[in-house]
């Protein structure tokens, strides 16, 4: 029996060492393809706008959200702040979000804006499939009672479908229109990586 445990945490150990070291070997080798696979509202939660219609904020709002980031890529510049050349893959995220219920996309239960747990950002990552690192916004918390919205930067493997670094950001959006309004919590997301946070992710995993 002794035995039998042993070797269960020796294989849980070696899972560990080799997520940790294709982490590493990402951030070491700036020639690595990040592939982005854009904003995941499958979990998001809308709050402080009982007039939201939500079946079309998911099927026009949402998808022209993801296509934005990709069109205006030198206001949304991954590249620059993740420090990788950038494939773009819309295909995956963009089934899966015109599937969301929109019936739970409006709340009015405040502990929604940050209810998300690492469990639930790897059911999310688990859904993507491909080679190497993705990279996704994953769509938490729209309070717009609060002028408040809230996200999680995700780097996935996309070989094991596992999450390799996940971040929650929390911002003010702004902006005219409701894709715009919220689309500003990507661009101070990118900002924020960009600034420090990508050279704190890298040094960690050096």
Not at 10 to 37: E, N, W
Not at 127 to 132: P, R, V
């Amino acid at each position: 029996m002794k035995k039998v445990l042993l070797a269960a945490c020796a294989i849980v150990l070696c899972q560990v060492a080799v997520q940790a070291q294709t982490l590493k070997a990402f951030f070491g080798d700036k020639s690595q393809q990040l592939t982005y696979l854009g904003a995941d509202f499958t979990q998001a939660r809308y709050l402080g706008e009982t007039a939201l219609n939500a079946a079309d904020f998911r099927d026009r709002t949402v998808p022209s959200f993801n296509d934005v980031i990709v069109n205006e890529s030198k206001k949304f510049d991954i590249v620059e702040a993740f420090n990788h050349p950038v494939t773009n893959d819309l295909a995956q995220v963009t089934k899966l979000n015109a599937a969301l219920d929109e019936s739970k996309l409006k709340s009015d239960n405040s502990a929604d804006f940050d209810r998300l747990k690492e469990a639930d950002i790897q059911k999310v990552a688990s859904h993507y499939s491909g080679k190497g690192v993705g990279l996704l916004f994953v769509m938490e918390g729209l309070d717009k009672g609060q002028k408040k919205g809230s996200l999680y930067v995700v780097l996935v493997d996309l070989d094991k479908k596992k999450v390799l670094l996940s971040q929650r950001y929390v911002h003010e959006p702004q902006g005219f229109g409701v894709r715009n309004y919220w689309l500003n919590l990507i661009y101070k997301t990118l900002q924020n990586v960009k600034k420090g946070d990508y050279r704190k992710w890298e040094t960690a995993n050096s």
